[in-house]
């Protein structure tokens, strides 16, 4: 299953590799990254793929949540089906 | 690939602007549950409901976690129950209501409609026997919604029904300090998969069991409408139809989810402008941000019109199963533009009448005095269920006679209901009008002016 994680918060150093290191502990594959800064703004948008994660996709979202807790980012992860269905006809 | 834009403008929407689902609504025929004996009928419609709807509350939790997407609500809508127990050899209905309280309890649900009778041309014994049941229903449980539906576009009003109604509302407000009242709605041309409640039921015409999404969304729409200011209604139009095509997709998309992993078909997504009590969250909003000062003012009518056709335009672009009522709801306790304008003096209970012509519903969580009389709240029934025989579409009434308060006093309902300034009824008494009884025949459908 493919999803979108997104991170959003103020820039620090080490935030991709904090985040790719929970993903990759899980099992869950990065497709693609896109990131940017706005402002003051880290902007962080990647594709995954679900397939191989070795824990359920509740327990993965609140581990990404607790630690974009801890490092003041918001940290989402939500099936891609749900952009698909809003912005594509 | 989605870009960038479209998922940080989602995560917007949800995050900010209040965009959720707004309930997960299964409904589940009690037609098998009939029985002479009323106690065997209460324990079959228990064991249907805790049966059918044991993974309702689970799958939504699900789903939630899973698209990222809030689903505030999940319930239960069921057969009108003067249907279901038509059989039941019992003077009282009252302990049914307690029997769907208790099964609602169980599955986890925080609403459960379907207390209700079809009485639009006139009444069975069963249909007498739950409206007498009402007031006790609503006071003793704490999850069970009711509605009657009093009239129809194509059977007239039952203006024996109204009269009752009327008692029935202010007997209820009395027993329950009016909180039973924000569980009871009176209808004319009520639909039959609506998920919202408290008018939700599970019609005859629907299968055994079915799963209906209701979606909502009027801070997406206010704030879509923020980013067009000053331009002309054009645009103002194709912003909302293209604003409710994307909140319907979405909904569906969690409709086709639930239904799949449920096991039970999906019926319909009813997109609806339900506003909450919480900042950001008000269909009075999306109308002053039209230009209009306060709502109330004059054009708030026209421009409730133009909000509700959108709506529903981009509703029927987005999903082949648009149903429920779908439309802008206007209660005035749930919607804190309402309120203000309500408290303000400038939204009087005759302008909100005038709105319920090009709203999706009608006259919805008003508090008034009271001593309020029973024929006058009866009549607001039936200029109401005038209104929507005439138009054939849904109205409805949800007034609350509170007892001891009188205007200018405020109620509060507690949680979604949220509170409500006491407005001014005309003084002016419609008893003997009330008073004649029978029904008013169904308008002809031709000569239209």
Known sequence: MKAIVTVIGKDTVGIIANVCSILAQSGVNVLDISQTVMREYFTMIMLVDTAGCEISFAELSELLKKDGAEHGLDIRIQREDIFEAMHRI | MITTNEILETIEMISQQHLDIRTITMGISLRDCGHPDVKVCCGKIYDKITRCAKDLVKTGEDIEREFGIPIVNKRVSVTPVAVACECCDTEDYAPIATALDRAAAEVGVNFIGGFSALVQKGFTRGDRRLIRAIPEALTATERVCSSVNVASTRAGINMDAVAIMGRVIKRTAEMSRGQGCAKLVVFC?????????????????????????????????????????????????????????????????????????????????????????????????????????????????????????????????????????????????????????????????????????????????????GDTPAETISAVIADEAAIGMINQKTTAVRLIP?????????????????????MPVNPASPRDFIARGGRIPAPINSLKN
């Open chain 2, 402 to 422: 509170v007892p001891g308060k009188t205007v200018g006093d405020r109620v509060d309902f507690g949680g979604l209901l949220g509170s409500a300034p006491v």
């Open chain 2, 189 to 369: 041309n009520a639909v039959e998969d609506n998920p919202f409640m408290a008018g939700a039921f599970h019609g005859v015409g629907e299968p055994e069991c079915v799963v209906n999404v209701g979606v909502s969304g009027p801070g997406v729409v206010h704030s879509a409408l923020q980013k067009v200011k000053g331009q002309s209604f054009d645009v103002v139009a194709e912003t909302v139809k293209k604003t409710a095509f994307r909140v319907t997709r979405m909904g569906e998309l969690v409709a086709q989810e639930a239904s799949r992993r449920l096991g039970v078909p999906f019926g319909i997504v009813d997109l609806s402008l339900a506003p909450t009590p919480a900042v950001g969250d008000s269909v009075a909003d999306i109308l002053e941000e039209m230009g209009l000062e306060s709502v109330g003012a004059p054009g708030t009518t026209a421009a409730l019109a133009l909000l509700n056709d959108a709506v529903k335009k981009g509703g029927v672009m987005a999903s082949s199963n648009v149903g429920g009522l779908s439309g802008a709801f206007i209660p005035v306790s749930e919607d804190a533009g309402m309120i203000r304008a309500a408290a303000s003096g400038k939204l009087t209970i005759e302008k909100l009448e005038a709105m319920t012509c090009v709203c999706s519903v009608g006259l919805d969580m008003i508090a008034v005095p």
